[in-house]
């Protein structure tokens, strides 16, 4: 039997075992993607730079486009993306050290050992080229 193989046999069987915590994760996941789909188009209504929602594409400058999309990124994370973060490392923190028991804990150790001994990245770009594209729209926006 193939490594491979193996890791998909144990990694399915601990979804099997612990399907309520993987439930409850999901049942995260989609409220925030309702949750950030509300913010969306609560923000296209009553944004005051898009004139509360009147304006057309063609009344936007770049600069107004720019601070509208950051504006709403912005949003986004404060309303939507943090609050989720949180949440999510909640409920994993909860179910790691007060439900999930010794036995499945170790065999998770033993096998994120395994993975880090095989991989190496020497590809990643890191986090340059997504500054320099925020710098870029801050440039284009003053």
């Known amino acids: ?3 491979d193989l193996k890791e998909e046999i144990f990694w399915k069987g601990m979804a099997k075992k612990h399907w309520p915590a993987i ?12 949750w950030f789909f509300t913010i969306i188009l609560m923000y296209v209504a009553n944004s005051d730079i898009g004139g ?3 304006w057309t594409l063609a009344e936007f400058s770049v600069g107004t486009g720019i601070l509208w999309l950051l504006v709403l990124i ?20 909860i179910y790691w050290f007060a439900i999930l028991p010794e036995e499945d804990k170790e065999a998770i150790k033993t096998r994120e050992r395994k993975d880090k001994k095989k991989k190496y990245r020497k590809t990643e770009g ?3 080229t997504f500054l320099i594209t925020i710098a870029f729209l801050i440039v284009v926006f003053v």
């Open 23 to 34: 439930l409850i994760f999901g049942l995260a996941c989609l409220g925030f993607f309702i």
């Open 126 to 128: 890191g986090g340059f």
């Open 52 to 54: 509360l929602g009147t």
């Open 74 to 93: 912005g949003w986004e994370l404060l309303l939507a993306v943090l609050p989720t973060v949180g949440i999510l490392c909640l409920i994993v923190a």
């Open 1 to 3: 039997m193939s490594e």
